[in-house]
T-cell receptor
């Protein structure tokens, strides 16, 4: 079946630094990908829709200047958490759709 | 907002059938019912989807009521590895760019 790969699986960074997370669709092209964030014991919260070749669409309350999304090709979207703070520590998950949505394995970000 | 409601948690004995209910009383005529599950610290995994007919695959069965206002996911012989959070989502399947909005899901605990 279709596979979405996310990298890295986990990352620890210092406050104030930036972290880039990659999401790749391995065997299909995805004009649209989605980024979610999940805090412990909570559900997935949609952050933004990543559109190939155009600007991302952010959900209400998500800072577009803090969470930079780039979708430069049909198989790759990146999420950059800029000037990370401890409250940005979370589980970040991407997805891409062919006929059903497939999800990456997630990236656990810890900001210290 | 999610268009589905699910019980927060359920228990099931190993080897028995797990029946997970979902209410989606405001579902539109062109919306499908999708089920995903999330095992701890992983990305969600697709299980099954349906429009109005009952569906079965190697993982589960999906029973949708005639009025389409509710559905039940059936895991016929639950194993310990089925312990996960199960999400019921409504989605217009023909648009592969349609975003998935997650509700709170049902935490299924399978016990020996």
């Amino acid at each position: 079946g279709a596979v979405v790969s996310q990298h890295p699986s986990w990352v620890i960074c210092k406050s104030g630094t930036s972290v880039k997370i990659e999401c790749r669709s391995l065997d299909f092209q995805a004009t649209t990908m989605f980024w979610y964030r999940q805090f412990p014991k909570q559900s997935l919260m949609l952050m933004a829709t990543s559109n190939e070749g155009s600007k991302a669409t952010y959900e209400q309350g998500v800072e577009k200047d803090k969470f930079l999304i780039n979708h430069a090709s049909l198989t790759l979207s990146t999420l950059t958490v800029t000037s990370a703070h401890p409250e940005d520590s979370s589980f970040y998950i991407c997805s891409a759709s062919s006929h059903e949505a497939f999800f990456g394995q997630g990236t656990r970000l810890t900001v210290v | 907002d999610a268009k589905t409601t699910q019980p927060p948690s359920m228990d099931c004995a190993e080897g028995r059938a797990a029946n997970l209910p979902c209410n989606h009383s405001t579902i539109s005529g062109n919306e499908y019912v999708y089920w995903y599950r999330q095992i701890h610290s992983q990305g969600p995994q697709y299980i099954i989807h349906g429009l109005k007919n009952n569906e079965t695959n190697e993982m589960a069965s999906l029973i949708i009521t005639e009025d389409r206002k509710s559905s039940t996911l059936i895991l016929p012989h639950a194993t310990l590895r089925d312990t996960a959070v199960y999400y019921c989502i409504v989605r217009v399947a023909i648009y592969n760019t349609d975003k998935l909005i997650f509700g709170t899901g049902t935490r299924l605990q399978v016990f020996p």
